[in-house]
C-alpha cells in the first residue's frame, strides 16, 4: 500500500477555501486517490475520489498533477461544520484502505 | 446513497465476557466488508478483511481466535469480540464494497465498546 503523508493540522475561518495536500511519493499506476471526512464518533465519510487531473463534486475539488505524486483536496468556502478529520488514502482494485494520521480542519467563526 | 449500518452502536461489557458487532449494507450488495479499531484520537487502523462465504483475513498482530468474523451473506458481516477486557475498549467501525462498483467503499457509524 503506498504511503501517504499529510499535515497533521489546519486552521482556518468561515467562508475561506482550505486546501489539503497529500503526498504519496510510491503511488502504483492501478492506484485511486480517495479522501475522506470523518466527525467524532462517526464512521469516514467519503468526499472524493479521483485518478488524475481534476475531479470536483458537490463538496470538493480534487486536483492531482501529472505525476501522481500528490494531490490536493480543495474544500471551497468552509463552515464551522467543515471542521472535522479528513483523511488521504490511496489504493488500488483490492481497495485495502491504509489509514494516515490524517490532517485535523479546525474552522473558526 | 449506500448506507452501512451498525449494531448496536455502543454495549458495556463486563472484563470476561463476549459481544458481537453487526454490519450490514442496506441497500446494495458487499462481496467484501472490512473492520477497523480506532482508539481515541488516533487513526483507523484495519484489523481484517471479511469476504462472503470465506474465512476473513486478518492484519498482523490481531488475533483471528478473539475477533471472531462471519461474512454469511452479501449484506451482513459479524465481529464477536471473545473474552473481551478493558484494553479492547475502542471505537469498532465496519466498511462495506459495492460489488456492482468496484472502488466505492461506504463505512459504518461505528460502535462504541467499553469493556469494564
Known amino acids: 500500500l503506498a504511503k501517504t503523508t499529510q499535515p497533521i493540522s489546519m486552521d482556518s475561518y468561515e467562508g475561506q477555501e482550505v486546501n489539503i495536500t497529500c503526498s504519496h511519493n510510491n503511488i502504483a499506476t492501478n492506484d485511486y486517490i480517495t479522501w475522506y471526512q470523518q466527525f467524532p464518533s462517526q464512521g469516514p465519510r467519503f468526499i472524493i475520489q479521483?485518478?488524475?487531473t481534476k475531479v470536483t463534486n458537490e463538496v470538493a475539488s480534487l486536483f492531482i498533477p501529472a505525476d501522481r505524486k500528490s494531490s490536493t483536496l480543495s474544500l471551497p468556502r468552509v463552515s464551522l461544520s467543515d471542521t472535522a478529520v479528513y483523511y488521504c488514502?490511496?489504493?488500488?482494485?483490492?481497495?485495502?484502505?491504509?489509514f494516515g494520521a490524517g490532517t485535523t480542519v479546525t474552522v473558526r467563526a | 446513497g449506500a448506507v452501512v449500518s451498525q449494531h448496536p452502536s455502543w454495549v458495556i461489557c463486563k472484563s470476561g465476557t463476549s459481544v458481537k458487532i453487526e454490519c450490514r449494507s442496506l441497500?446494495?450488495?458487499?462481496?467484501?466488508m472490512f473492520w477497523y479499531r480506532q482508539f481515541p484520537k488516533q487513526s483507523l487502523m484495519l484489523m481484517a478483511t471479511?469476504?462472503?462465504?470465506?474465512?476473513?483475513?486478518?492484519e498482523q498482530g490481531v488475533e483471528k481466535d478473539k475477533f471472531l468474523i462471519n461474512h454469511a451473506s452479501l449484506t451482513l458481516s459479524t465481529l464477536t469480540v471473545t473474552s473481551a477486557h478493558p484494553e479492547d475498549s475502542s471505537f469498532y467501525i465496519c466498511?462495506?464494497?459495492?460489488?456492482?462498483?468496484?472502488?466505492?467503499?461506504?463505512f459504518g457509524p461505528g460502535t462504541r465498546l467499553t469493556v469494564t
Open positions: 441497500d446494495f450488495q458487499a462481496t467484501t
Open positions: 488514502l490511496v489504493g488500488g482494485n483490492d481497495y485495502k484502505l491504509s
Open positions: 479521483g485518478y488524475k
Open positions: 471479511s469476504n462472503e462465504g470465506s474465512k476473513a483475513t486478518y
Open positions: 466498511s462495506a464494497r459495492d460489488r456492482a462498483i468496484s472502488y466505492e467503499q461506504y
